[in-house]
């Protein structure tokens, strides 16, 4: 049975637990580094491909010689090697994304991966549960879900919020047949979480503070109105260290570090992640998200080129940059004067290129005609896919 399910939770780990687990976690990161290392080295000199079967005897034979080795539980090391085949094997398939397995430094996100038979799981009410791992014992988590299933593997880890353990999970459901409703167009933004093209007004992300975040940010922002009031009046509107250090810039901290052509920016790729985890928005963890969950439901998500979609008129087509004056929330045509919520003429031009790659009906693989559809004519298109309701 493989996992076809993944529940995340969050974990509590005493002061011990959290120390012997972080031992861990660097562990398993040195293992990955030198496994990956053994291999290119084969590969380079020998032309030899070796996989995890073979390699896992090195890691056996150096536990017997190194203490922090023997620390990392066998069966963790296991399946970091195997972790380790399935990043070669995506990279190997033309039809994955997934670049060359990389080097995992030091300030990488901790992971302790387990197999589900060296785990067990326990209810203690309905809210906590608690977790069996190898040479640690039971460590408590907040069950804010049902497993609803078989776990078949495990992995701890540590992000900006703490330890967090998930599961691989078997629950034996399988796909729904396709339900043969008709298409949308969603397009992913900061300012709107989501905008779909059925709909007229975006989706926006829940709040995610709790009681205590918003009672301390609300202490906060009348900190920085005191602060602020005192240094027009008694310092000519220079800001302190102190009113610095409560004044964080979540814009400046977001602005893109590409720079200028004359002057190019350095760490352009590392400042647009950092950028998107300040804006909480992850749009790859909602496209993986939809993607599986699709499939579950009788649906199919078909990825398009976002390449000027905010710039390209859904009505008559025009790719002008014009017609986003500003890089505002209008979008005004500047041939055919089509208006529309900037984000919601992206979903719609997201739809129609749906459309064109033969994504708009998943009972059949027939292609569409490379043809654009006015954005009235796509909104006849969807009324008459509509099922007709009573009145």
């Known amino acids: 049975m493989k996992a076809d399910a993944g529940r995340k939770y969050r974990a509590y780990p005493t002061e011990v637990q959290d120390q012997v687990l972080v031992r861990w976690g660097h562990t398993a990161r040195a293992l990955w580094n030198v496994a990956l290392e053994q291999r290119v080295y084969l590969w380079e000199q020998r032309r030899y491909t070796l996989r995890s079967v073979e390699q896992c005897k090195f890691p056996t034979a150096a536990r017997t010689d190194l203490d922090w080795m023997g620390d990392l539980p066998a069966q963790s090391g296991q399946q970091v090697l195997r972790s380790l085949d399935r990043a070669y094997d995506n990279f190997w398939n ?11 430094k030091r300030g990488h996100r901790l992971s302790i991966p387990l197999p589900g038979q ?10 906590w549960a608690e977790v069996r791992l190898p040479k640690l014992g039971w460590l408590r988590f907040r069950l804010s879900r049902a497993i609803g299933g078989t776990v078949r593997n495990a992995t701890m880890s540590r992000d900006g919020n703490g330890w967090h353990v998930s599961f691989g999970v078997h629950t034996g459901r399988m796909p729904d047949v396709p339900n043969g409703k008709p298409a949308c167009g969603v397009d992913f933004g900061v300012a709107a979480s989501a905008f779909v093209s059925t709909e007229t007004t975006p989706r926006l992300m ?3 503070l709790k009681a205590k975040e918003k009672k ?3 202490a906060l922002e009348q900190r920085k109105a005191r602060q602020i ?5 008694h310092n000519d509107g220079k800001y302190s260290r102190r009113l610095r250090t409560t004044d964080l810039s979540v814009k400046s901290m977001t602005a893109s570090a590409k720079g200028a052509a004359e002057a ?3 760490n352009v790729r590392a400042k647009a992640g950092l950028n998107r985890s300040v804006l909480d928005n992850t749009p790859g963890e909602r496209r993986r998200q939809l993607e599986y969950k699709a499939r579950m439901y009788g649906s199919v998500l078909v990825a398009v080129p976002p390449f000027h979609t905010s710039q390209t008129c859904a009505a008559c087509g025009l790719v002008d940059p014009g017609s986003r004056k500003g890089r505002g929330r209008l979008f005004a045509c500047t041939r055919c004067g089509y208006e529309d919520d900037a984000d919601h003429n992206a979903s719609m031009e997201i739809e129609a290129r749906a459309r064109r ?35």
Not at 118 to 127: I, Q, S, Y
């Open 118 to 127: 060296a785990v067990e799981v326990r209810k203690l009410n309905r809210k």
């Open 206 to 208: 829940a709040p995610s």
């Open 264 to 266: 190019p920016g350095k």
């Open 216 to 218: 301390r940010l609300k």
């Open 94 to 104: 033309p039809s994955h994304p997934a670049g060359f397995p990389a080097r995992k």
């Open 229 to 233: 009031t005192y240094a027009k009046k």
């Open 357 to 391: 790659t033969g994504g708009s009906d998943i009972n059949s693989t027939r292609s569409i005609p490379r043809m654009r559809v006015p954005a009235t004519g796509r909104r006849r298109m969807r009324e008459a896919l509509q099922p007709a309701h009573a009145g």
